[in-house]
């Protein structure tokens, strides 16, 4: 593993996206000097010329060159995002081939991590609500965590941030199988469930690499699984007795009653929930303004491991329920007439069924209104029935066309697969707000672009019912 001291001069390309804005950032804070390239001129480029970052639009062969002559020094280091790759990026092949060290992503967030304790959340489902929950609970019990998060943290203002305390949280993704690239000394698994077949060969692969991550735990260090997910337990199966030899604690967590963490006297509405934990004799109440039992388990996942940090259960269940958001996670966009907008990045059955589950529960005796955008051909290939399904619980369900992100489209595969009615953006605009009424709630959902809807349901609802309710901002 590299540490940040080694990386001389860093060049990022993908500068602009969630995950490398956030490593280049937190390596400006630490004195390391950066440049970037990004094919688009997003706004979070500004922040970084603002600081006086070099900064380049569009991909070119000659632009670390053009970077070394206006810094007058050499690149070192390059740091890619996972679609900056060989042969398909001229500036990463230029790159290689000048004999700079080149680093995924995962390898320049290592680094950051390299001289911290390392929290590292991975599972196919919940890791960005975690992460978060984890840094701010770590936060306001005082122990000031670094974090490099998938979302911006309500409270923090930022998805990645430098802290003066030894705990570094971090997201680690198994979507490309780059979750292998850390050694943390606290590793949570939210769950494991099959996805991202387009980069695995089958499910044994995906759940492999899983094994792979938890044999990566340092010596000494802690496991926090959940056990109300049956391929946690079954990641469990796999390593406990490798765990056990090099002293790695295990602990689970859930609503099961054989979990070490256990959830009881769980109530909710829409304001967020309430419940108790419990281990062994001890018992605290947790107070969280997220709902959905989803978000219980992410805050049981992060209990579980501010105990491993040294927190006592009352300490980490009262920190954790300082958690107000993340962004695109059941985010409210805004309230009109008491009709409720709210976005969330759920991608996956098992996502769209917690977060319907959620809204629900939310919606007292209204009516749930959804608007789903499939996010990648392979994934929709994959899931098409069981999306449909999971959709159905919506009291009316419109669909967008798929949003391809990196994917070409595949023959036959489209949102009509789903068996829910096909909308363009507007059809999906005018289908929910025709037939939202006070107390009811429209969910934006999905990993692409759909999350710029619930701006337009909002103002489509205030066009058609201006004398009904002022709104309430989502903010």
Same mark, same amino acid.
């Given at each position: 593993?590299?540490?940040?001291?080694?990386?001389?001069?860093?060049?990022?390309?993908?500068?602009?996206?969630?995950?490398?804005?956030?490593?280049?950032?937190?390596?400006?804070?630490?004195?390391?000097?950066?440049?970037?390239?990004?094919?688009?001129?997003?706004?979070?480029?500004?922040?970084?010329?603002?600081?006086?970052?070099?900064?380049?639009?569009?991909?070119?062969?000659?632009?670390?060159?053009?970077?070394?002559?206006?810094?007058?020094?050499?690149?070192?280091?390059?740091?890619?995002?996972?679609?900056?790759?060989?042969?398909?990026?001229?500036?990463?092949?230029?790159?290689?081939?000048?004999?700079?060290?080149?680093?995924?992503?995962?390898?320049?967030?290592?680094?950051?991590?390299?001289?911290?304790?390392?929290?590292?959340?991975?599972?196919?489902?919940?890791?960005?609500?975690?992460?978060?929950?984890?840094?701010?609970?770590?936060?306001?019990?005082?122990?000031?965590?670094?974090?490099?998060?998938?979302?911006?943290?309500?409270?923090?203002?930022?998805?990645?941030?430098?802290?003066?305390?030894?705990?570094?949280?971090?997201?680690?993704?198994?979507?490309?199988?780059?979750?292998?690239?850390?050694?943390?000394?606290?590793?949570?698994?939210?769950?494991?469930?099959?996805?991202?077949?387009?980069?695995?060969?089958?499910?044994?692969?995906?759940?492999?690499?899983?094994?792979?991550?938890?044999?990566?735990?340092?010596?000494?260090?802690?496991?926090?699984?959940?056990?109300?997910?049956?391929?946690?337990?079954?990641?469990?199966?796999?390593?406990?007795?490798?765990?056990?030899?090099?002293?790695?604690?295990?602990?689970?967590?859930?609503?099961?009653?054989?979990?070490?963490?256990?959830?009881?006297?769980?109530?909710?509405?829409?304001?967020?929930?309430?419940?108790?934990?419990?281990?062994?004799?001890?018992?605290?109440?947790?107070?969280?303004?997220?709902?959905?039992?989803?978000? =219980?388990?992410?805050?049981?996942?992060? &209990?579980? /491991?501010?105990?491993? *940090?040294?927190?006592?259960?009352?300490? !980490? #269940? $009262?920190?954790?329920?300082?958690?107000?958001?993340?962004?695109?996670?059941?985010?409210?966009?805004?309230?009109?007439?008491?009709?409720?907008?709210?976005?969330?990045?759920?991608?996956?059955?098992?996502?769209?069924?917690?977060?319907?589950?959620?809204?629900?529960?939310?919606?007292?005796?209204?009516?749930?209104?959804?608007?789903?955008?499939?996010?990648?051909?392979?994934?929709?290939?994959?899931?098409?029935?069981?999306?449909?399904?999971?959709?159905?619980?919506?009291?009316?369900?419109?669909?967008?066309?798929?949003?391809?992100?990196?994917?070409?489209?595949?023959?036959?595969?489209? =949102?009509?697969?789903?068996?829910?009615? &096909?909308? /363009?953006?507007?059809? *999906?605009?005018?289908?929910?707000?025709? !037939? #939202? $009424?006070?107390?009811?709630?429209?969910?934006?959902?999905?990993?692409?672009?759909?999350?710029?809807?619930?701006?337009?349901?909002?103002?489509?609802?205030?066009?058609?019912?201006?004398?009904?309710?002022?709104?309430?901002?989502?903010?």
């Amino acid at each position: 593993m590299s540490t940040l001291t080694e990386l001389g001069r860093v060049h990022f390309l993908g500068m602009a996206g969630v995950g490398v804005s956030a490593i280049a950032r937190l390596m400006l804070t630490e004195g390391v000097p950066i440049s970037g390239t990004d094919g688009k001129d997003l706004p979070v480029l500004d922040e970084f010329r603002a600081a006086g970052v070099p900064v380049r639009v569009g991909y070119a062969g000659e632009n670390i060159a053009s970077v070394e002559a206006e810094a007058g020094e050499p690149v070192d280091t390059v740091v890619a995002s996972s679609v900056a790759k060989a042969g398909r990026n001229a500036e990463y092949d230029a790159a290689a081939a000048a004999g700079k060290r080149m680093l995924h992503r995962s390898e320049g967030l290592a680094a950051c991590m390299s001289a911290k304790r390392g929290i590292a959340v991975a599972g196919t489902h919940g890791k960005t609500t975690t992460s978060s929950m984890t840094a701010v609970m770590l936060h306001a019990a005082g122990l000031e965590p670094s974090f490099a998060i998938g979302a911006t943290v309500a409270g923090f203002g930022t998805n990645a941030q430098p802290g003066s305390g030894e705990w570094f949280v971090a997201e680690a993704d198994e979507s490309d199988g780059t979750l292998v690239n850390y050694s943390p000394e606290i590793a949570i698994v939210t769950n494991v469930e099959p996805d991202h077949l387009d980069h695995y060969s089958s499910a044994e692969e995906f759940e492999q690499v899983f094994v792979t991550f938890s044999g990566n735990i340092l010596p000494g260090g802690a496991l926090v699984l959940c056990a109300d997910d049956d391929g946690a337990r079954a990641l469990e199966q796999r390593v406990a007795a490798e765990l056990a030899r090099r002293r790695v604690t295990l602990t689970t967590y859930g609503f099961s009653e054989d979990a070490g963490l256990r959830i009881t006297e769980h109530t909710e509405d829409f304001s967020g929930q309430q419940f108790t934990l419990t281990r062994g004799d001890a018992a605290a109440q947790v107070r969280l303004r997220a709902p959905g039992r989803h978000n =219980a388990l992410n805050a049981a996942a992060a &209990v579980g /491991t501010g105990l491993q *940090a040294g927190l006592s259960l009352a300490q !980490a #269940a $009262e920190a954790v329920g300082e958690f107000a958001g993340s962004s695109r996670r059941f985010e409210r966009r805004g309230e009109v007439a008491g009709i409720r907008v709210i976005d969330d990045y759920a991608h996956h059955p098992t996502e769209l069924a917690a977060v319907l589950s959620a809204a629900r529960s939310a919606v007292g005796g209204g009516a749930v209104h959804a608007v789903f955008q499939p996010h990648l051909f392979s994934r929709t290939q994959a899931f098409a029935r069981e999306f449909g399904q999971e959709l159905s619980a919506a009291d009316t369900a419109a669909v967008l066309e798929i949003y391809p992100a990196r994917e070409e489209p595949i023959e036959g595969v489209t =949102a009509g697969l789903l068996g829910h009615p &096909v909308h /363009t953006w507007q059809g *999906a605009v005018d289908a929910v707000v025709d !037939a #939202a $009424e006070p107390g009811d709630i429209i969910l934006t959902l999905g990993a692409g672009d759909v999350t710029e809807l619930g701006d337009r349901i909002v103002e489509a609802l205030q066009r058609a019912r201006p004398h009904e309710s002022n709104v309430v901002d989502g903010s």
